[in-house]
């Protein structure tokens, strides 16, 4: 393979609707959504639905935010192009910073030493250290060199196992359907608005995604058409998908569901025997590797956006002569998550993958109501979010009161790592000037 040269050539735009919208699903919907449904039952109840219809009630109001930034903003970097063009580079850099740890190279972290934890069941070798770690590298570099060789080669690799992951959940929530035992479902009254909130923050893990997605915003054929309707076409299988499993669990395993440790695979043994629950073990393997893949796809572009903006090392920024992808962010980014997942460092900004990821969406929100008061666009007419404010404006207050529900530690560490890195930023633009 030929050493990727420092080019001005631009990124190829190959990615239509229906690829953007099944990278967003496969970059959302990771293996956290196999316990959520168990833990989301232990704090409402029958009544977790409600959970599941604030986050889509949220992230539809955000998608849409996503939507009419991206029509707007056609630059590489997702979040990032999208806080840097109203808010200048040092709210552009804090968004991208979180975007690429947070929301990033930890969340992969997690999920690989989940996907070995898994496999360790059926190859105990898995378990020993030197063949984990080796396992994990070559995890890593597989998918990393499939990415280098072309966005054509990592969106085919996402679309075939976001299919092949979607598949088993979807025909349990199918077949499932029809061993629902309504009285299990039924409902004693409505719950605290603070359980709500509390189950809300908690099922905020499964929805994050949505936003690495759009990190290929540089790639995209037409971003004002092929953006809201990718991110919407995947919103909408997400919130489907994931509404029909915890009705599902619910209605199979009732007062034994806060008690699962694996939710799905004994609502699998309920409705289809055994070799249902085999096949969700094998589905929470295939989930975590495309989740994987989807995110080797589109989180190094961000990179590759920061050093466009000479916020971080300039080699970062080169595009492969013949493959025409941003090799050196691909190779740096997946050595990144290499060594988070190998040390297990990561487990300790659990939290700040969460809170980082409700920042970067007001961010987001707050961003479109400057993108539209200036009225930027790109190559067309950009998509305009019916309603004025309305939108952003009703994303931001649920945004800011999930925030609210974070305890006084955590809401501090947040802030800290925000301010620490906008000061970074702030230095690094004051010496550039």
Not at 43 to 62: D, E, H, N, P, R
Not at 331 to 345: D, E, K, N
Not at 379 to 398: R, W, Y
């Amino acid at each position: 393979m030929e050493t990727p040269t420092e080019s001005a050539a631009p990124l190829k735009r190959v990615i239509g609707a229906t690829s953007l919208g099944l990278n967003t699903v496969n970059l959302t919907i990771a293996a956290g959504i196999f316990g959520l449904p168990a833990i989301i039952a232990g704090i409402l109840g029958a009544q977790g639905i409600l959970a599941y219809l604030v986050c889509a009630v949220l992230f539809g109001l955000v998608g849409l935010c996503f939507a009419e930034a991206g029509s707007r903003v056609g630059r590489a970097g997702g979040l990032y192009a999208y806080a840097s063009v109203p808010f200048g580079p040092i709210v552009g850099g804090i968004a991208g910073t979180l975007l690429w740890t947070a929301s990033g190279s930890v969340a992969d972290a997690a999920i690989v030493n989940l996907l070995v934890d898994t496999l360790a069941t059926a190859i105990p070798a898995l378990g020993t250290p030197w063949v984990r770690a080796c396992f994990i590298l070559a995890l890593f570099a597989t998918v990393a060199l499939i990415n280098m060789r072309g966005v054509t080669h990592g969106v085919r690799l996402s679309i075939a196992l976001t299919i092949i992951k979607i598949a088993p959940l979807a025909l349990l929530v199918v077949v499932g359907l029809f061993f629902v035992d309504p009285a299990k479902l039924a409902w004693t009254g409505l719950p605290p608005l603070r359980s709500v909130g509390q189950a809300a923050v908690v099922l905020f893990y499964a929805f994050i995604g949505v936003e690495a997605a759009l990190n290929v915003s540089g790639e995209v054929i037409r971003p004002s058409r092929t953006v809201p309707r990718g991110i919407l076409l995947g919103l909408a299988i997400i919130v489907a998908l994931y509404m029909g499993l915890q009705l599902v669990a619910q209605g199979t395993l009732g007062s034994a569901l806060p008690q699962s440790k694996a939710p799905l695979v004994e609502t699998a043994n309920v409705v289809f025997g055994a070799w249902g629950g085999r096949l969700m073990v094998l589905a929470v393997a295939i989930s975590a590797t495309g989740c994987l893949a989807a995110d080797m796809l589109s989180t190094p572009r961000v990179l590759h956006a920061f050093a466009e903006q000479r916020q971080l090392p300039r080699f970062l920024a080169r595009v492969h002569p013949r493959f025409g992808t941003p090799a050196m962010s691909i190779a740096v980014y997946a050595a990144l998550c290499a060594v988070f997942a190998l040390t297990g460092s990561f487990k300790q900004l659990l939290v700040l993958s969460s809170s980082g990821a409700l920042v970067l969406y007001l961010i987001c929100c707050l961003g479109v109501l400057k993108l539209r008061a200036h009225r930027v666009a790109i190559d067309s007419e950009p998509f305009t979010i019916p309603g004025g404010p309305l939108v952003p404006v009703a994303a931001c207050i649920i945004i800011v009161w999930m925030l609210s529900t974070l305890t006084f530690l955590e809401i501090w560490k947040t802030l800290a790592f925000i301010s620490v890195v906008g000061i970074v930023y702030a230095v690094h633009e004051y010496r550039r000037a």
